[in-house]
């Protein structure tokens, strides 16, 4: 959960996803479905299909105790270094590091390394060189160490005056430490503009779920197409791409940004009675009363939560529309 995530956002999610699944047998006997929604709005979702499967490997391979050998983890789905290091050094007090983005700044600045860290060369570089600054006794404590500091003090704009490593950093020394460490060139934010459609029909909505190797695999979301539009009418005939049969717009929800990977998705959620429940492939129509159970990607969460809050305070939404198109 810490990859790619802040420790202060991870807590309430840690928390009750270890009430839900104490230990790996109770992750290996989780249908996939409540393993996602438990993990639902910390994105990167790709690591709790990775979890699940890990458990699974675990509980089939090594009788449900987790390996305190390097490959044996290695082995192990969705392990990497970051995840390996970790376990061996905070799990099992082993001589190891975990190399995550903190350990990385200050490795990089403490021996001056000025190579591109996106290169494997520079990040095995970087392993030897945090292994070599930790404790002999007791090397977990200087693991935790290396990534509190890049935490507190060695940040992005780093407080070099109270560093406790400053004696030593070669980066300080040279005036260099804002420059490190070297990453490749950011690619940047696309911007997406999505109309989304909540389409009912007698207290049933029409939703579809992220296949297997796409981004939102195992996430539901609304229907949506790729669009700036505005016009009522045009967003109806667009929304007759979903269903068979005259519609009837019920309600403009709140607009919501949905951000994921190098994308930042903009959008304009429509609530949409039909008047047939067409059944298309790769969707399929749920009671509203089961959106609050299924995994929704962040952005089509916050229009479920919308509807339900609309349907809960019973307000009485008059249709601003009719097609007869």
Not at 42 to 53: I, P, T, V
Not at 165 to 173: T, V
Not at 212 to 227: D, H, R
Request: proline share 5%; glycine share 6%; aromatic share 12%.
């Amino acid at each position: 959960m810490l990859q790619q995530t802040r420790a202060i956002v991870v807590i309430p999610y840690f928390l009750r996803w270890m009430e839900l699944f104490p230990d790996v047998k109770a992750l290996y006997k989780a249908p996939i479905e409540q393993v996602i929604k438990a993990w639902e709005g910390l994105g990167y979702y790709s690591r709790a299909r990775n979890l699940h499967l890990a458990a699974k490997q675990i509980v089939e391979q090594f009788d449900g105790e987790i390996p305190d050998q390097r490959e044996d983890l290695r082995s192990i789905r969705g392990f990497g270094p970051y995840t390996v290091g970790a376990l061996l050094s905070f799990a099992f007090h082993k001589r190891a590091v975990a190399i995550d983005g903190n350990v990385q700044r200050v490795i990089s600045r403490y021996f001056l390394v000025e190579e591109n860290i996106g290169r494997s060369s520079t990040r095995k570089k970087i392993e030897i060189h945090a292994e070599s600054l930790l404790d002999l006794q007791k090397p977990w404590v200087s693991a935790e160490a290396l990534i509190e500091l890049g935490a507190t003090i060695c940040t992005p704009k780093p407080r070099c005056e109270i560093c406790p490593l400053n004696s030593g950093c070669q980066a300080f020394f040279q005036e260099k430490a804002e420059s490190l460490p070297v990453k490749n060139v950011d690619k940047g934010i696309e911007s997406l503009f999505r109309i989304v459609f909540v389409l009912e029909y007698n207290g049933f909505v029409l939703v579809g779920k992220g296949d297997v190797g796409k981004v939102m695999a195992g996430l539901y979301e609304f229907p949506y197409v790729n669009s700036q539009m505005q016009g009522e009418r045009q967003i109806l005939q667009e929304a007759k791409k979903f269903i068979d049969g005259d519609v009837v717009m019920i309600h403009k929800l709140t607009e919501q940004v949905h951000s994921f990977t190098r994308y930042r998705a903009y959008l304009s959620p429509y609530w949409i009675r039909v008047r047939k429940n067409t059944l298309l492939q790769g969707f399929e129509w749920v009671p509203f009363s089961s959106l609050s159970k299924l995994p929704f990607s962040s952005g089509h969460r916050k229009i479920a939560t919308e509807i339900e809050k609309i349907r809960m305070d019973a307000i009485k939404v008059e249709p601003v529309y009719t097609s007869d198109l």
